[in-house]
């Protein structure tokens, strides 16, 4: 390991450990107490088999774009780490933003990505922002369930969560 990606990493895991927030809503509590149920399937693969009102569990990570969280809004970008690579994860890269995968090829960034999403009851996205809830932070590991939303093609998957667990960061 480079000098470099030692830095990363240990800026990394201390960013996520100071920063870890709880959740203000009652919804977004319950979503992150509740554990992710059977077994996550590729990105890659979940967009051309999910359909909308269908339960799955996907794994991956918070990457693909230069911002994978919508500010005030329970949003966020996962990618398939099968099929997409984090800059930083390339010996030698110095990329200053690894989660906007600006490395990967643009056709296999927009097969290897999903947009999570939190809503409530009525079914509109939670105003509360979910960057740094419970350590969620860019490039972070995740695993989510949840139903596929109305709307959701092979073009975009779009999963409405019911369940978020984000892993610990893996050591090199």
């Not at 895991?13 to 509590?29: D, F, H, M, N, Y």
């Not at 999903?114 to 350590?135: P, S, Y």
């Amino acid at each position: 390991m480079k000098p470099t990606q030692l830095i990363t990493c240990c800026l990394v895991l201390a960013t996520s450990v100071l920063s870890a927030e709880e959740p203000k809503s009652e919804v977004l509590k319950k979503v992150f107490a509740t554990a992710p149920s059977g077994k996550p399937a590729a990105i890659h693969k979940a967009r051309t088999t999910a359909k909308p009102g269908e339960t799955i569990t996907l794994k991956g990570r918070v990457m693909g774009n230069l911002k994978p969280f919508v500010d005030g809004r329970s949003i966020f970008i996962l990618g398939d780490p099968e099929t997409l690579k984090a800059c930083s994860d390339i010996p030698g890269d110095a990329c200053e933003t690894p989660w906007d995968n600006c490395c990967d090829d643009p056709e296999a960034l927009k097969q290897g990505t999903a947009t999570i999403q939190v809503i409530d009851a009525k079914g509109r996205v939670l105003k509360e922002g979910i960057e740094n809830v419970n350590g969620l932070q860019k490039l972070s590991y995740v695993t989510v369930s949840g139903t596929v939303a109305p709307g959701s093609s092979d073009k975009l998957l779009l999963l409405n969560a019911d369940a978020i667990q984000v892993e610990e960061p893996k050591k090199k």
